[in-house]
């Protein structure tokens, strides 16, 4: 399949480079070797964004987060955030450790539905680790569509540095993934983290708006 950018809203990134995400993954076991190509994908381009543009949009010295990532009921064991370990079915960004994590169960769960499932995943936990190291009038009091809307701005974001590229149907595959876990999963609950739709539409305020759009109107401007 013939990979190119597109132009109005985009929802997922296909990959690093000129390498492209394949179509949307099988339902057959999903290959744990993909999982892990894409995540490492997501996991340097997202800090790449932030580390170019953080100064230019907040001031100050951007840090990255620390990466634990992935655990699993089988393999390794999910870590501690404070005196509580993390939630299996859920991916996770520690304030007090200020490090990432996820399940890989979890990943594998959205990935069925297309590749791109890591790379919102990805930009959503370090759009909440963004929320920590900036001003909180900067922080919405709707802080799950925050952070899926920095998601959205720095994954577009890292396209327009041509360190990504995307494909139309992305957002596809994230409302299916979204659609059938539903609220069976910590991560896509509705009363935590808003609808499909509502979560849908703060990546896209992203996607179009930039990092500037996800913030509350009264401090957008700096």
């Known amino acids: 399949m013939v990979r190119r950018l597109v132009a109005g809203l985009i929802v997922a990134v296909v990959s690093a480079g000129a390498v492209g995400l394949g179509a949307g993954a099988s339902e057959a076991a999903v290959r744990r070797d993909d999982i892990n190509s894409d995540i490492v994908t997501a996991v340097n381009s997202t ?13 100050g010295t951007y840090s990255a987060p620390k990466i634990f990532g992935g655990f699993s009921r089988a393999g390794r064991a999910a870590p501690f955030c404070g005196n509580r370990r993390l939630s299996f079915n859920n991916a996770a960004y520690c304030g007090r450790g200020d490090f990432m994590a996820w399940d890989l169960d979890f990943m594998a769960s959205g990935y069925r539905f297309g590749d791109a499932w890591v790379y919102l995943v990805i930009a959503h936990e370090w759009g909440h680790a963004i929320q920590a190291r900036i001003s909180g009038r900067l922080v919405s ?8 809307c920095l ?3 720095a994954l577009f974001g890292a396209a327009k540095d041509r360190t990504l590229k995307f494909e139309s149907g992305d957002v596809e595959e994230l409302a299916a993934a979204f659609n059938r876990l539903g609220d069976r999963t910590p991560w896509t609950k ?3 983290h808003g609808t499909a739709k509502q979560r849908l539409a703060a990546f896209n305020a992203g996607a179009k708006g930039g990092v500037r759009g996800c913030l509350p109107k009264q401090s957008a401007q700096r």
């Open 47 to 59: 800090n790449r964004f932030w580390a170019v543009h953080f100064r230019s949009l907040f001031g």
């Open 141 to 148: 009091r709707a802080v799950e569509l925050q952070a899926d």
């Open 151 to 153: 998601a959205g701005a």
């Open 190 to 192: 509705s009363s935590d």
